[in-house]
């Protein structure tokens, strides 16, 4: 199934509450919330507060990308904040294996996501404990930024391995994700899609509706 995952990166934290109410009502399935902590990545964004507040709004899926050293370190607090999946990244744990590991004992789903340059090849063997595979199609950090052509060769491969192995893996795309290229990314074999300015530029409503249109039509 294709599925929706707003990223309020790009929304009005002044009116964020509200922000992530009109995602729930146009429809969108998930919530993507950037976790950044200015080491793995340049930008620091927010965690546990603002997470645990904006959980009373919904009861979207929560989908957490944890774009921070070590992840291990917080899973149990990234749970108990209210995550439904937590997506760490390879490169930015020690002990990748170990970590999908600890997600999964919380009862949570997990996922894995690769930055532009990183092989595929490291995710082969892990790939049957592994919910969903995040195929970052920007460098993590910032939003607003245009999409890496290369990354949906990627993505088909990505497909391809999943359909080899007999997972059910989802495969998740984020960055620079719009209206004009959302088809190319699915077409590509992306079934959830990450979308921040796209949807929050302009009315989050209609765009959201947009994207749906385009998600159920494949
Ligand atoms: C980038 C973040 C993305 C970002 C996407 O590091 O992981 O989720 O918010 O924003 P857009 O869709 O504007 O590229
Ligand atoms: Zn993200």
């Known amino acids: 199934m294709n599925c929706l995952s707003p990223s309020i990166l790009s929304a009005d934290f002044a009116n964020l509450g509200e922000q992530i109410r009109l995602l729930d009502q146009a429809g969108a399935e998930y919530v993507h919330i950037d976790v950044m902590d200015g080491m793995f990545v340049p930008s620091i964004s927010f965690a546990f ?5 904006i959980r009373k709004c919904t009861d979207r899926i929560f989908d957490v990308h944890l774009m921070i050293e070590e992840p291990i370190r917080y899973i149990d607090d990234f749970v108990d904040a209210g995550a439904d999946i937590i997506t760490v990244h390879a490169e930015a744990c020690r002990h990748l294996d170990r970590t999908v590991e600890a997600i999964r004992e919380k009862g949570v789903l997990a996922g894995v996501a690769l930055n532009p340059a990183t092989p595929l090849e490291t995710v082969r063997y892990i790939l049957p404990k592994v919910d ?32 080899q192995s007999g997972c059910k893996t989802d495969i998740e795309v984020d960055g ?31 765009n959201v509706e947009a994207f749906l249109e385009k998600l159920q039509r494949q």
Request: net charge negative; hydrophobic share 45%.
């Open 49 to 53: 507060p603002i997470i645990r507040s």
């Open 132 to 163: 969903m595979l995040l195929i970052m199609t920007v460098n993590p950090g910032f939003g607003g930024q245009k999409l890496i052509p290369y990354t949906l060769d990627k993505v088909c491969e990505a497909r391809n391995l999943v359909k």
């Open 176 to 206: 620079g994700i719009n209206l004009e290229n959302v088809e190319e990314a699915m077409d590509a074999g992306a079934n959830i899609i990450v979308a921040g300015s796209a949807v929050f530029k302009g009315e989050i409503e209609k």
